[in-house]
């Protein structure tokens, strides 16, 4: 394991844990927990679904790519912001995947697909209305979801991305949370070039970032996106990347700042479900996905 990896796995985990320290399990949600979608490696590969209890019939989806420094979390720490998302009247699958620098590019990439594709086989059984399938994903979620969108709407891309694309399988919007659109190295011997050099088999060639970099891989099918950041955002200059080629492929997509110099905010703060406008902005990106049902 890498001191970068050990870094942000310590710093993570006690600041999300003490996020949700008390939560419990909403009355009105039901939850199907530990569904294996892979094979490759059950303790990662494993899903859950939430739907509101009330609910029958199929649900619009959301599909959760959650954050860590691609080396940390999982459906356990997403699972109380994942059930507030389907409190919206959404089935929301939060799943886990494998993590670098155990499991390189493009092993998380890999169980997206296999997710994707497990929703489309399980449509029925969990109530998957799978014409409207949304996506959420926040830091080195937001930057996965985005591109793996690019995956869905660009064959060229598709082609050389690394991984298999589920069939008939699609987004019909996308929300972005403080996430990271342009990669690159950084500065040697500081966490995000150690975190890089985990991440990518070749230890980050000028290929490597050219690939995993979303906003060069953009087409005009590119689903409608939601990009939310906050003063308080370590990667609150990324939008800057990315909203210059929704608007030349004319992909319709919301940018939103959230906090002010009095109230920055932090990073992937719509997570902790106890914020005011942490919930503000999950409620708008809901109303978001609502204009495409």
Partial sequence: MTTAAETVRKMFGEGDRKRDAGLKTPADIIRYDDIQYGDIEPKWQMLDVYRPKNAEGKLPVIVSVHGGAWVYGDKDVYQFYCMSLAQRGFAVVNFSYRLSPEYQYPASFEDTSSVCAWILKNAEKYGFDTDKIFGVGDSAGAHMLSLFSCALTNPEYAAVCGYQIPDGFRFQAIA???????????????????????????????????????????????????????????????????IPVLEENDVQFVYRRFGDKKNPLAHVFHCNIRSAEGNICNDEECAFFCEFI
Avoid: R
């Fill in 176 to 242: 972005l949370n403080c996430g990271a659109f342009k990669m690159e190295m950084g500065p040697e011997g500081e966490l995000n070039a150690q975190l890089m050099k985990g991440l990518l088999p070749k230890g980050g060639t000028d290929e490597e970032f050219e690939l995993i970099s979303s906003y060069l891989h953009i087409t005009p099918d590119y689903p409608p996106v939601y990009i939310m950041t906050c003063p308080g955002d370590f990667l609150k200059a990324q939008p800057a990347f990315i």
